[in-house]
């Protein structure tokens, strides 16, 4: 092989494999003298590949860890399995797969040949995932046309469809993605509206980079100058805290912090120990949200131990009301529609093979 990049490129593609290449046998495969090997080794150190040789009749090369990553060198198969594996993670909104996994998942489709980009297509068509938690999915490539606009200051057009259902034509500035852990949001200036806006992913449909390039306006956030992540977070917090009403939560529970600090999304606040009146384990959980009420609900009946809301008031009701139903629901021949024929799928008509 005389040509010097693409064997330099080939020898980095094997020295990626975690095993110990000898010498000889680096040379065989391409096809090169062990003296030229030698010279290629030095090349990539040059480039800041930390490549560890070791002596002896079995020594050989192989890559190690370094104090930066450098540039990988993917094959096929393993490209595939990356980009799948991003798409799978950025399209549920799961707590923990924030902005940087869709951004790798931008730069990695960005440079995927049309015939990989089909085959990993296919495989997230073949595939139903099973969703868990209430996050809303997400189309994966709705989330890296998204993410490469804003990096690349692109203008954005697409559908938008808005709480009570009403569609409308949006173009965009893009600012930054942000997640919640539950659910994805753009911020973004509107051009048509001349304001700020945050938008649902969930609810993005058809998006389009425009080409026409723009620079980042300054958010209208105190002490906010550039487009940073922490910027963008600060703004939406502020933004969605004006939408929903603040809920100042309340909330002793009878298990130790440790135990509900780690079944509580950390959007709820942390625990703090609080023995409870008889010494045993206890913890209090004192905080703010603007999530819904329901939401709020559901997260603290899942942490799976007693507890008692000291407030605010509407969560309290609303858990007392939610109590009752789900009593009733445990209770057969005590709720609404017990009889025969009442419920769903009992009435004429709602059977198998009827229209």
Same mark, same amino acid.
């Given at each position: 092989?005389?040509?010097?990049?693409?064997?330099?490129?080939?020898?980095?593609?094997?020295?990626?494999?975690?095993?110990?290449?000898? $010498?000889?046998?680096?040379?065989?495969?391409?096809?090169?003298?062990?003296?030229?090997?030698?010279?290629?080794?030095?090349?990539?150190?040059?480039?800041?590949?930390?490549?560890?040789?070791?002596? $002896?009749?079995?020594?050989?090369?192989?890559?190690?860890?370094?104090?930066?990553?450098?540039?990988?060198?993917?094959?096929?198969?393993?490209?595939? #399995?990356?980009?799948? +594996?991003?798409?799978?993670?950025?399209?549920?909104?799961? &707590?923990?797969?924030?902005?940087?996994?869709?951004?790798?998942? *931008?730069?990695? /489709?960005?440079?995927?040949?049309?015939?990989?980009?089909?085959?990993?297509?296919?495989?997230?068509?073949?595939?139903?995932?099973?969703?868990?938690?209430?996050? #809303?999915?997400?189309?994966?490539?709705?989330?890296?046309?998204?993410?490469?606009? #804003?990096?690349?200051? &692109?203008?954005?057009?697409?559908?938008?469809?808005? $709480?009570?259902?009403?569609?409308?034509?949006?173009? !965009? &500035?893009?600012?930054?993605?942000?997640?919640?852990?539950?659910?994805?949001?753009?911020?973004?200036?509107?051009?048509?509206?001349?304001?700020?806006?945050?938008?649902?992913?969930?609810?993005?449909?058809?998006?389009?980079?425009?080409?026409?390039?723009?620079?980042?306006?300054?958010?209208?956030? /105190?002490?906010?100058?550039?487009?940073?992540? /922490?910027? *963008?977070?600060?703004?939406?917090?502020?933004?969605?805290?004006?939408?929903?009403?603040?809920?100042?939560?309340?909330?002793?529970?009878?298990?130790?912090?440790?135990? !509900?600090?780690?079944?509580?999304?950390?959007?709820?606040?942390?625990?703090?120990? &609080?023995? +409870?009146? @008889?010494?045993? @384990?206890?913890?209090?959980?004192?905080?703010?949200?603007?999530?819904?009420?329901?939401?709020?609900?559901?997260?603290?009946?899942? !942490?799976?131990?007693?507890?008692?809301?000291?407030?605010?008031?509407?969560? !309290?009701?609303?858990?007392?009301?939610?109590? #009752?139903?789900?009593?009733?629901?445990?209770?057969?021949?005590?709720?609404?529609?017990? $009889?025969? +024929?009442?419920?769903?799928?009992?009435?004429? +008509?709602?059977?198998?093979?009827?229209?």
């Amino acid at each position: 092989m005389t040509d010097t990049p693409a064997r330099l490129l080939k020898l980095l593609s094997l020295l990626q494999t975690p095993r110990e290449w000898p $010498g000889g046998e680096l040379a065989e495969r391409l096809d090169v003298s062990p003296r030229t090997v030698r010279r290629d080794i030095d090349r990539l150190r040059e480039l800041g590949y930390p490549v560890e040789a070791s002596r $002896g009749s079995l020594g050989g090369y192989r890559l190690v860890a370094g104090a930066a990553m450098p540039p990988l060198v993917l094959d096929d198969e393993e490209a595939v #399995a990356i980009a799948v +594996g991003l798409r799978a993670g950025a399209g549920h909104a799961i &707590e923990g797969v924030d902005e940087a996994s869709v951004r790798a998942l *931008a730069k990695l /489709e960005q440079v995927l040949p049309s015939r990989l980009r089909h085959r990993v297509s296919a495989l997230q068509n073949a595939t139903v995932p099973l969703v868990r938690g209430d996050g #809303a999915t997400i189309d994966p490539q709705t989330l890296t046309t998204l993410a490469s606009a #804003a990096t690349g200051q &692109e203008a954005l057009r697409f559908s938008y469809r808005s $709480g009570d259902g009403t569609e409308t034509k949006r173009q !965009v &500035e893009p600012y930054r993605l942000v997640s919640t852990g539950r659910r994805w949001y753009l911020v973004a200036y509107d051009l048509l509206r001349a304001d700020w806006r945050t938008f649902r992913v969930d609810r993005v449909s058809e998006p389009f980079a425009t080409g026409a390039r723009f620079t980042h306006r300054p958010l209208p956030v /105190e002490g906010v100058g550039g487009a940073e992540p /922490e910027d *963008a977070a600060r703004y939406f917090a502020r933004s969605m805290a004006g939408r929903q009403p603040e809920l100042r939560l309340d909330v002793r529970f009878r298990a130790p912090a440790e135990f !509900v600090a780690a079944r509580l999304p950390p959007t709820l606040g942390v625990p703090e120990p &609080e023995p +409870g009146p @008889d010494g045993e @384990d206890g913890c209090r959980l004192r905080s703010s949200s603007t999530d819904s009420l329901e939401w709020v609900a559901l997260r603290l009946a899942l !942490v799976d131990c007693e507890f008692a809301v000291q407030g605010p008031p509407q969560l !309290v009701a609303y858990l007392e009301s939610l109590g #009752a139903r789900l009593t009733r629901a445990a209770s057969p021949g005590t709720g609404p529609g017990h $009889g025969p +024929g009442d419920g769903p799928g009992h009435g004429p +008509g709602n059977g198998p093979g009827h229209g």
